[in-house]
Nanobody, 119 residues
């Protein structure tokens, strides 16, 4: 199996910054897309940012210019640098990864880390 461990969440004032990390561990020979999703209370889970194994990135319109996703392939870690945080960024942030395990590609989720932005 592949496990994902997120860290870096917390409480920050509006305008501040946080960096989330997600480390993948387990017997996987290859990591594909690495993604960050978020879910606010009473909202659906939404894709925040995606980075491919080659480094191509995509962002939700609401975070473009403020968030940056990047990865360390050797360490199997994906980061989300969040700047100029707003109250509406408050949510549980989930790491999501495609990994090659047991001869197939599978999709894995982390348990989530809470980000709270006070206005």
């Amino acid at each position: 199996q592949v496990q994902l461990a997120e860290s870096g969440g917390g409480l920050v004032q509006a305008g501040g910054s946080l960096r989330l990390s997600c480390a993948a561990s387990g017997r996987t020979s290859s990591i594909g897309d690495m993604n960050w999703y978020r879910q606010a209370p009473e909202n659906q889970r939404e894709l925040v940012a995606r980075i491919s194994s080659g480094g191509s990135t995509n962002y939700a319109d609401s975070v473009k210019g403020r968030f940056t996703i990047f990865r360390d392939n050797a360490k199997k870690i994906v980061y989300l640098q969040m700047n100029s945080l707003k109250a509406e960024d408050t949510a549980v942030y989930y790491c999501n990864v495609d990994a090659f395990y047991s001869s197939v590609w599978k999709n894995y989720w982390g348990r989530g880390t809470q980000v709270t932005v006070s206005s």
